[in-house]
């Protein structure tokens, strides 16, 4: 697994070429919609960290939150190792994109 100094080193190297993608248009389409700057951000910590088909995955729990709980508390191991790879994307975006 990839340390988070690494992921966010990663991040800042290709933010000059991010460009939306699944978890930058669900952030922006979302009842708590972020800043361009902030949904932006949380793309770009998406492509160092998660697969496009985790991405458009993940874009789903914008719109339906009680979606990741389900696959929290899921059994299935495909289910855990996507929330593994999902709760480091989202340990990083909140460490990056916070300041």
Same mark, same amino acid.
């Given at each position: 697994?990839?340390?988070?100094?690494?992921?966010?080193?990663? %991040?800042?190297?290709?933010?000059?070429?991010? %460009?939306?993608?699944?978890?930058?248009?669900?952030?922006?389409?979302?009842?708590?919609?972020?800043?361009?700057?902030?949904?932006?951000?949380?793309?770009? %910590?998406?492509?160092?960290?998660?697969?496009?088909?985790?991405?458009?995955?993940?874009?789903?729990?914008? #719109?339906?939150?009680?979606?990741?709980?389900?696959?929290?508390?899921?059994? #299935?191991?495909?289910?855990?190792?996507?929330?593994?790879?999902?709760?480091?994307?989202?340990?990083?975006?909140?460490?990056?994109?916070?300041?």
């Amino acid at each position: 697994m990839l340390k988070p100094a690494v992921i966010v080193a990663a %991040v800042v190297l290709t933010a000059p070429l991010a %460009v939306a993608g699944p978890i930058d248009s669900a952030c922006h389409g979302s009842e708590r919609s972020g800043s361009a700057r902030l949904c932006g951000c949380i793309q770009q %910590v998406a492509d160092a960290t998660l697969s496009r088909a985790d991405q458009r995955r993940a874009a789903g729990f914008f #719109r339906d939150a009680e979606r990741a709980q389900e696959v929290r508390m899921s059994k #299935r191991d495909a289910d855990n190792a996507f929330w593994a790879r999902y709760k480091t994307f989202a340990t990083t975006a909140q460490a990056y994109c916070s300041r």
